[in-house]
């Protein structure tokens, strides 16, 4: 796809993994847990929005809708700890690993 604003949304999943990598350097033992359920919850979130099956202009739409729910979705997993600062890159990493299950076409 040569949309622009797709190939700009690939290139911020993309960065997600490794984002989420440095935010777990430094983090403790609760810290790692948070991030794991966050990842999880994110995944699962995602997965119930798009279906089974999907094509790329259905995850960027989603990514464009992302902002409206994701937030919450994480911060309800990693309750009670608080930490804004990883929404972004969990959410990318999520949009990422979804890519591994576009429909061709």
Excluded: C, I, K, N
């Excluded at 997965?47 to 911060?75: F, I, K, N, Q």
């Excluded at 309750?79 to 690993?97: G, T, W, Y």
């Amino acid at each position: 796809m040569s949309d622009p604003g797709v190939v700009s949304a690939q290139m911020e999943w993309a960065e997600g993994p490794v984002r989420v990598r440095r935010l777990r350097r430094g983090l403790d033992a609760r810290g790692l847990a948070a991030v794991d359920r966050a990842e999880r919850a994110l995944a699962t979130a995602l997965a119930r929005r798009l279906g089974p099956s999907y094509r790329l202009t259905d995850l960027y739409r989603e990514y464009g809708d992302s902002e409206r729910w994701a937030r919450d979705v994480v911060a309800e997993a990693m309750a009670p700890l608080r930490m804004p600062a990883a929404v972004a890159p969990l959410v990318d990493a999520a949009f990422d690993h979804a890519q591994g299950g576009l429909r061709p076409g």
